[in-house]
């Protein structure tokens, strides 16, 4: 069946640094990507999201880039703010049937100053 | 914006118990999910509804069944709780044609 993979966690960085979260997926077609971000004590919202092969979603300084070729979806940051400590959830919907999200297991991110 | 509100933030039960999770939208929204989520599993869908009354089940029903009678309330029922279902429960809710989901902060629950 459709499947994200994520690495592991924690990532640790101190501020400033470069963020890189690694997410592949398998899917059947062709499907929207997503990443997800949890706050410490929040539900999940929407971070950005990518609907087709080499498009790019950004959002606050984050970037992931849909590549079909190797089907992933990694989510960089060039400088990351101790106020990005969060968990990262990478995800996938497909684009028949009833359209439910996919997700992988979350990967957290430790920033110090 | 979007507001999806769960009753309860902590909720502590023991084993055998019937269990009640609410979660209320305020955007009309015609579909709404249960999720749980665990540590190095991620978010499993438990169950889905896309109108007043209807119901799918999700990738973990067991255990588990809902309600919706009305659009703005969706209910998930542990009709007897057990110890693996201690875990955090999180609804979403989704409008139709629109691929955002807005979640709400969820509800840990330890079954003891």
């Known amino acids: 069946g459709d499947s994200v993979t994520q690495m592991e966690g924690p990532v640790t960085l101190s501020e400033e640094a470069f963020l890189t979260i690694n997410c592949t997926y398998t899917?059947?077609?062709?499907?929207?990507l997503f990443w997800y971000v949890q706050y410490p004590g929040e539900g999940l919202q929407l971070l950005l999201k990518?609907?087709?092969?080499?498009d790019k979603g950004s959002n606050k300084g984050f970037e992931a880039t849909y590549r079909k070729e190797t089907t992933s979806f990694h989510l960089e940051k060039g400088s990351v703010q101790v106020s990005d400590s969060a968990v990262y959830f990478c995800a996938l919907k497909m684009n028949t049937g009833f359209q439910k999200l996919v997700f992988g297991t979350g990967t957290r991110l430790l920033v110090s100053p | 914006d979007v507001k999806v509100t769960q009753s309860s933030r902590y909720l502590v039960k023991r084993t055998g118990e019937k269990v009640f999770l609410e979660c209320v939208q305020d955007?009309?929204?015609?579909?709404m999910f249960w999720y749980r989520q665990d540590p190095g599993l991620g978010l499993r869908l438990i169950y889905f509804?896309?109108?007043?009354?209807?119901?799918e089940k999700g990738d973990i029903p067991e255990g588990y069944s809902v309600s919706r009678e009305k659009k703005e309330r969706f209910s998930l029922i542990l009709e007897s709780a057990s110890t693996n279902q201690t875990s955090m429960y999180l609804c979403a809710t989704k409008d139709r044609g629109n691929e955002k989901l807005f979640f709400g902060s969820g509800t840990q629950l330890s079954v003891l």
């Open positions: 955007m009309d929204h015609e579909n």
């Open positions: 990518a609907t087709k092969a080499d």
């Open positions: 899917a059947t077609g062709y499907p929207s």
């Open positions: 509804s896309y109108d007043v009354k209807m119901k």
